[in-house]
Each structure stands twice: as structure tokens, then as C-alpha cells.
């Protein structure tokens, strides 16, 4: 059983602190990084006699859950519809790196849609979720997924949101260069969990969780991100039918205008016990 390589990774610093009487103190420390390993995601599809390849991109991300990280990404790209429609996943290391280098995966065949949308990919880094995209249309998101949950959740609550996500943010205190996606339920129960260096890579992982983890599903949930808000995590909430979103920092103007068409309930610059609604207000209950 090969030792799944850490997130996480220490290396040595020069600290160079200002005193303030002036002078200056090196001393040598330890610090940590946030690991960034590239994973190139292969598809399959067909019988053994008449099966196809196609590489679907390379992607910059944390190791870990990358078995949720390629369900959720497939399950946002509309390749797959639930997790049945992949039906393994190999993966290939090599002997300088414990986490996988390669993932092919082996689809159901006869997926609708399948082949569409898989020419549009390339490359993808840890910080764009659109780069494998190849033309404006690629980028419309399918109006009949607009989101109609009635759910209602208390002001109070949001304000929660992100100590609750911060607690699962166990790379992250370690080096601070991780990104964070949480879901929860309407009442604040966290549901899952993922970090990962990629905004749109642990958005990608949480989803893949409710996928493989039937349990883990709930019919209104709320979405805690712990970054910036921009077309890529409305794109995949929108398809992860995810109708509040909450944000520790901004949203994009493309973000804004995404979830007023979907009728997403989006929240930014949640912090210091204040946040903003930017769209569908109706969702939030204010409490006295």
C-alpha cells in the first residue's frame, strides 16, 4: 500500500525580524508549503475491443481525495451524472512521488454528451478553473439548472460559517496557502470538507464527496468558500444545485450577475460579523 504523499512539506527560511530599537535578527526556522503536484486525468470509454483514450488536461493541484476531486470536476463538465458513470479509477505513481501522477479513468459507456465536452480541455493551473476552455460558448451555463430551493437560513448563521470551515483547515494552519470549500446543511451541520490549493479544486473535492458519499446529501445546503467568488465556483455550485453561497472574500462582477440569473444566494466579505448580499436576498432570515 503506497504512503499517500502529505499536503504539506517543510523547508528551511531565513527570518529576518525588525527589532524595535532598529537592529536586525536572522535566525534560521522551519516553515511549511503548501505541496502543488501536477495530475494529468485521462479518459476511457468503450469495451476492451473498441475503447478510446482521450487526455482530458493536466491539473495543478494538493495531493489528496483526488479520487473526489476527478468526480467533482467531471460531475461540473457535465461528463459524468453520478458517480455510477465512472466505473474505476486507475491511478500511476512513480517512485519519486507517492501521490499519483496519472489518473485514467474508465467511464460507462454510452454517456451522453461525453464527447463534446471533453475537446475543450488542455492544461489547467491551481488557480484558474476555466483555462481549458477553448471558446465563449463554453463558458454558458445551461438555464434549466437555475436554482428554485425555498430554504431559509438565519443571519446568525452565516456569521458562523467560516470558524466552522476554518476548523477543518488542518494544511492550512500548517502553511497558510490553502484554499478552503465547505458545505453545510440549513440548520449549520457540516456536511464535508476539502482543502486544496486550487479554489476551484476544493470546491471540485467537496463535490466529489456528496457524490461517493450518498449520506453526505442534503436538499438545501449552503456552500462556505474561503477565497475570492468568481465564474468558476458559481459554475460548479450552480451544478451541484447548491443554492447559498458564502464567501470570505469578494465576488466578481461575472459572480454577481451568475447567481442573479440562477437564483443563487450569494454572500460576500463574510467576516467581522457583517457580510453583503449581492443576490437573492429573499433566502436570508434577519434575526434580532
Same mark, same amino acid.
Given at each position: ?19 524595535? &530599537?532598529?537592529?536586525?535578527? @536572522?535566525?534560521? &526556522? !522551519? ?24 487526455? $482530458? ?10 479520487? /473526489?476531486?476527478?468526480?467533482?470536476? $467531471?460531475? !461540473? ?33 454510452? $454517456?451522453?454528451? /461525453?464527447?463534446?465536452? !471533453? ?15 477553448? #471558446?465563449? &460558448? ?27 470551515? =476554518? ?5 492550512? @494552519?500548517?502553511?497558510?496557502?490553502? @484554499? ?14 476539502? &482543502? ?20 453526505? @446529501?442534503?436538499? #438545501? ?10 465564474? /468558476? ?18 465576488? #466578481? #462582477? ?16 463574510? =467576516? ?17
Amino acid at each position: 500500500m503506497p504512503v499517500i504523499k502529505p499536503t504539506y512539506q517543510r523547508t528551511h527560511i531565513e527570518v529576518i525580524k525588525q527589532r524595535v &530599537e532598529g537592529l536586525r535578527h @536572522h535566525s534560521p &526556522e !522551519t516553515d511549511y508549503l503548501a505541496i502543488e503536484d501536477p495530475m494529468e486525468i485521462t479518459l476511457r470509454s468503450g469495451n476492451n475491443g473498441s475503447a478510446t483514450e482521450q487526455q $482530458l488536461l493536466v491539473t495543478m493541484r494538493t495531493p489528496g481525495e483526488d479520487r /473526489e476531486l476527478i468526480h467533482g470536476l $467531471l460531475f !461540473t463538465e457535465e461528463i459524468i451524472h453520478s458517480a455510477q458513470d465512472i466505473r474505476e479509477i486507475q491511478f500511476e505513481r512513480t517512485k519519486e512521488q507517492a501521490a499519483p501522477v496519472k489518473a485514467m479513468v474508465h467511464l460507462r459507456t454510452n $454517456l451522453p454528451g /461525453e464527447s463534446a465536452r !471533453t475537446n475543450r480541455w488542455g492544461s489547467v493551473n491551481s488557480s484558474c478553473g476555466v483555462c481549458g476552455k477553448t #471558446s465563449m &460558448e463554453q463558458l454558458v451555463i445551461r438555464q434549466d439548472v437555475g436554482n428554485r430551493d425555498p430554504v431559509r437560513i438565519n443571519s446568525s448563521l452565516i456569521h458562523e460559517l467560516p470558524e466552522r470551515m =476554518r476548523r477543518t483547515q488542518t494544511t492550512f @494552519h500548517h502553511t497558510g496557502g490553502l @484554499h478552503a470549500s465547505a458545505l453545510f446543511d440549513a440548520s449549520g451541520t457540516l456536511l464535508c470538507a476539502s &482543502e486544496d490549493i486550487g479554489r476551484h479544486n476544493a470546491l471540485d473535492k467537496v463535490i466529489g464527496k456528496v457524490l461517493l458519499n450518498p449520506e453526505l @446529501h442534503s436538499e #438545501s445546503t449552503i456552500l462556505c468558500v474561503s477565497g475570492r467568488m468568481s465564474y /468558476e465556483i458559481l459554475q460548479k455550485a450552480i451544478m451541484a444545485r447548491i443554492p447559498v453561497i458564502a464567501g470570505i472574500g469578494a465576488p #466578481s #462582477s461575472l459572480a454577481v450577475a451568475i447567481a442573479n440569473d440562477f437564483n443563487i444566494t450569494l454572500l460576500g466579505f463574510v =467576516r467581522d460579523n457583517a457580510f453583503n448580499i449581492y443576490s437573492a436576498p429573499e433566502r436570508i432570515r434577519k434575526t434580532a
